[in-house]
């Protein structure tokens, strides 16, 4: 990984005294984290084959604790999500952060390519903290299968 | 998009394979009308024979004789010396195929059997549509086993008395091919569709 690339870990066992963000291997002291995906849909808004090569939306930053400082982003970097059942990983090293080039792992397997929803947002100021990936399974046989994985 | 991409893919194979069955076929046409080409043309020098020999003798001298060469020679010489013979008669003039391994009967495809010599041994035919892809899958067997080529909906040659005979049409490979065929085209729909059908089972994890 590059020297200059963040390199967030977010850490949390399901209450804030347990919650801690890591930046480059230093505590990173934050009001709010956000990461927001919406990807893998048609024109329709039905899910389809490919995730993140589809293309979509993000929003993804950290609010640093200092007052005044503005949000700080993630990317281009990589940051582990290390939830009490889950673990995520996502990563973008393209300098102007192209959705397309982006690669998340759930629990050290990659579902770049079936991911379709994934939020986490995680405000200390407003005491909300919430979670969940959506996964877009085809099965050959069968109905297809959106999976929904509550993180927190 | 990939939907639509791959229904064009299994509509430009199906074009291919079915393409290649009509060049086959009409190749093994080719056959055919090479056969059909030696009776024709004996029969047209035969009526012309008879047509011109009432002109004069002079003519159908000139002008039999330079394409006496160019025709078969031993046939033609052995037969021109009969026709001479005939020469000016208002009757019918027979002629035999150059071929001597086609033998059609009555007239080129109108007849009801057809006996061609393949791989040594005679084979029997109608002669109808399904007739030349029943003889293709003797020389190239895996047709018979493929959906996308014709020779998939005959009937295999069997073999009596010496003598092979042609399968023809089968109903049945019929319905399986149509069967197979749909089955493929939802099989590629499966692997490269997009996706995002009415079917999907929304589930949860915790």
């Known amino acids: 990984m590059n020297e200059r690339m963040n390199y967030f870990i977010f850490s949390t066992g399901g209450d804030w005294d347990s919650t801690s963000l890591y930046l480059n ?4 002291p934050s009001q709010r984290l956000l990461l927001e995906f919406e990807t893998g849909r048609d024109f329709n808004g039905d899910p389809r084959r490919g995730g993140l090569s589809n293309g979509g939306n993000a929003s993804c930053f950290v609010l640093p604790e200092q007052t005044g400082a503005g949000e700080w982003a993630i990317f281009p970097g990589k940051i582990d999500l290390e939830f009490p059942t889950h673990k995520v990983t996502i990563e973008n090293q393209s300098p102007t952060f192209a959705i397309e080039l982006t690669r998340v792992w759930l629990d050290n397997e990659e579902v770049s390519h079936q991911l379709l929803d994934l939020q986490v947002d995680i405000d ?10 959506t996964l877009y399974k085809p099965r050959l046989l069968g109905a297809d299968e959106v999976a929904t994985y509550t993180l927190l | 998009m990939k939907r639509f991409l791959s229904l064009l893919f299994v509509l430009m194979l199906t074009t291919a394979f079915v393409g290649e069955a009509f060049a086959q076929r009409s190749f093994g046409r080719g056959g055919g009308f090479g056969g059909g080409r030696s009776s024709f043309g004996g029969s047209s020098r035969s009526s ?23 025709y078969s020679g031993p046939r033609s010489s052995s037969s021109f010396g009969g026709r001479s013979g005939s020469f000016g008669n208002s009757g019918r003039v027979n002629s035999s195929s150059i071929n ?51 020779g998939f909906y ?53």
Do not use: C, D, K
């Open chain 1, 25 to 28: 291997g230093e505590n990173f």
């Open chain 1, 124 to 133: 200390a100021i407003e005491n909300r903290a919430s979670a969940y990936l």
């Open chain 2, 48 to 70: 012309g024979g008879s047509f011109f020999g009432g002109g004069g003798s002079s003519s159908s001298g000139s002008f039999s004789r330079p394409s006496a060469p160019s």
């Open chain 2, 100 to 150: 001597p391994n086609r033998n059609y009967g009555g007239s080129s495809y109108g007849g009801n059997r057809t006996t061609v010599i393949y791989g040594g041994q005679p084979y029997y035919s109608s002669g109808g549509f399904w007739s030349g892809y029943a003889l293709g899958t003797m020389g190239s067997p895996w047709t018979h086993y493929m959906p996308f080529h014709p």
């Open chain 2, 154 to 206: 005959t009937y295999s040659p069997y073999y009596s008395n010496g003598v092979y005979y042609e399968g023809g049409f089968s109903f049945t490979r019929f319905i399986i091919g149509i069967a197979l065929i749909i089955f493929v085209i939802w099989l590629l729909i499966r692997l490269f569709g997009g996706g995002g059908g009415r079917n999907i089972r929304y589930t949860n994890y915790r």
